[in-house]
């Protein structure tokens, strides 16, 4: 299975910064989609930032939920296998664990099916 183990989350003030990373078990660089999602308890899951790749077009994109833009930014690092969610500006409401999510490209075993990590909390207090 495709494992993914999140890190970097904690407690800081609004107004600071965390870097999110996501260590992934198999090459990224053949990965379709990788993102990063965010819960919190009784809400539904939310996208916050996502890298979607088109290989056969050699085209990629990057989407952003509205409340994030401006303030974060998702990136991978191919050679380490990981992905990365800056977070600057963070405000109260950006408080949720965070969740990583890899979907595996053709040359994957796992092509086509979402992979998720356990998760990280954020806590950003007033």
């Known amino acids: 299975q495709v494992q993914l183990v999140e890190s970097g989350g904690g407690l800081v003030q609004a107004g600071e910064s965390l870097r999110l990373s996501c260590a992934v078990s198999?090459?990224?660089?053949?990965?379709?989609?990788m993102g990063w999602y965010r819960q919190t308890p009784g809400k539904q899951r939310e996208l916050v930032a996502q890298?979607?790749?088109?290989?056969?077009?050699?085209?990629?994109?990057?989407v952003y939920a509205d409340s994030v833009k401006g303030r974060f930014t998702i990136s991978r690092d191919n050679a380490k296998n990981t992905v990365y969610l800056q977070m600057n500006s963070l405000k109260p409401e950006d408080t949720a664990v965070y969740y990583c999510?890899?979907?595996?490209?053709?040359?994957?075993?796992?092509?086509?099916?979402?992979?998720w990590g356990k998760g990280t909390l954020v806590t950003v207090s007033a």
């Open positions: 890298i979607i790749v088109a290989h056969i077009t050699s085209r990629e994109s990057t």
């Open positions: 999510n890899v979907r595996p490209g053709r040359l994957s075993i796992y092509y086509g099916v979402d992979s």
């Open positions: 198999e090459n990224i660089f053949s990965a379709n989609v």
